[in-house]
């Protein structure tokens, strides 16, 4: 039988057993039957979850018995499983779709959606940053109280031994706009998509990038967005998500259209721009303009590595000053299922390190999976299956990084230092 002919049997089939998971195939984009059960999800799943089970259970039409598994709820959204699929499908997708069916389409489902005030402080995180840093540093003294971190324990759900990110008093957009250029923009203007943490966390990670962009030639000017949404998406606020993502694609598409290339330091973030909103648009008009915004957005390291596989680099580096310093990077799950860790890589060693890839699956965090206590222990014991230990082999090395969640969970395990992508490269460049 042909390929069509599989697909229509898969979407026949799942008509007449369960509309409902026929419904998740579509929200999800995903053929629920090029799944072959062969378990390479399942196997690589970094928390021991059962992404496999889940879409056994919606090829049968047993929507509310796959609900009910721990695995649709508890999932991380690291898309190790959708990287480990011979077949391409996407269990993170499909159990995205699942989670937004309202409870009355399913009822006698089990709809366990956890802790409510968490899941709303960490998707409406974008809201909470702003409001820290302008306090700051009142608001880092305050989460810093004994005491604290049991609250948040039990009123909140966020395990008592982590500790949430400091605010920063001068956010990145206002040192931004204080600024004197480093170079003359005759290169033409770039879009930095600036990410919450970035703002109001760490300014550090946008003011290197700002550097290198102008150092390599371009004018740098900060995108006028929103938050991507991703936070909301991963606590199950599609129809917020979706907001987030119209407001975005309308401020970004006449100049993704014009041809201006919108570049972003946080996997989680830039990514969502290039794999989630031409599926988040209901209109296919915003659809399309979705689809040339994902065109033009690119990962720091992927532009950087762009320009260099076409000769067009114009950075120097001071290979004398970084003296083939040792480094060990992590990449982020995202860069590694959406885009490749090997550009990051080439970059660091065009520009003078010993870099070196941990052999390491995800960190562990996987947003803000690591801070919930429920799953604290599982996310500790996922750093301990490769990245711990490469950290702890390679004690004289620099860590480095490309996602904030990875650089949280490495300090808290590990106490060593990390620096983001494009502080290590901003370092070694030639004045």
Partial sequence: ???????????????????????????????????????????????????????????????????????????????????????????????????????????????????????????????????????????????????GGLAAHHLLGLHKARSLPPFARTTFPAWFRGHTPLGDGHRGKVLLFHDTFMDFNFPETGIAATELLEQAGFRVELTDTVCCGRPLISKGFMRQAEAHAETNVARLYEHAQAGTFIVGCEPSCLL???????????????????????????????????LNEQGELELAFDEESVGGREVLFHAHCHQKALAD?????????????????????????????????????????????????????????DVVVMGVSCRQQIEHFTGRPTRHVAQALRDAVRY
């Fill in 341 to 397: 860790p090997g550009k990051s890589l080439e970059l660091l060693r065009l520009a003078g390190y010993e870099a070196e890839l941990a052999d390491a699956a995800c960190c562990g965090m996987a947003g803000a999976f690591g801070y919930e206590k429920e799953h604290y222990e599982q996310s500790r014991a996922a750093g301990e299956r490769g990245l711990f230990p490469a950290v702890r082999a390679h004690a004289d090395a």
């Fill in 272 to 306: 969502t721009l290039r794999g989630e909103y031409p599926e988040l648009m209901r209109d296919p008009d915003l659809a399309e303009q979705a689809h040339v915004v994902a065109r033009q957005s690119f990962l720091l390291d992927e532009f950087l590595a762009l």
């Fill in 1 to 147: 039988m042909s390929d069509a002919g599989c697909a229509a049997t898969a979407v026949l089939t799942l008509s007449g057993r369960n509309g409902l998971a026929e419904e998740v195939a579509v929200l999800s984009g995903q053929n629920l039957f090029a799944c072959y059960q062969c378990g390479k999800c399942t196997a690589g799943c970094p928390f021991s979850f059962g992404p496999q089970e889940v879409i056994r259970y919606l090829q049968l039409g047993h929507v509310p018995e796959a609900l009910a598994l721990d695995t649709v709820w508890s999932c991380a959204g690291c898309f190790t499983c959708a990287g480990a699929c011979p077949k391409s499908v996407d269990p993170v997708r499909i159990m995205r779709a699942l989670r937004s069916l309202p409870p009355e389409r399913v009822p006698g489902a089990n709809h366990h959606h956890g802790n409510r005030r968490r899941s709303w402080l960490i998707a409406n995180n974008h809201r909470l940053a702003r409001v820290g840093s302008a306090l700051a540093p009142l608001s880092n003294w305050f989460l810093r109280l004994p005491g």
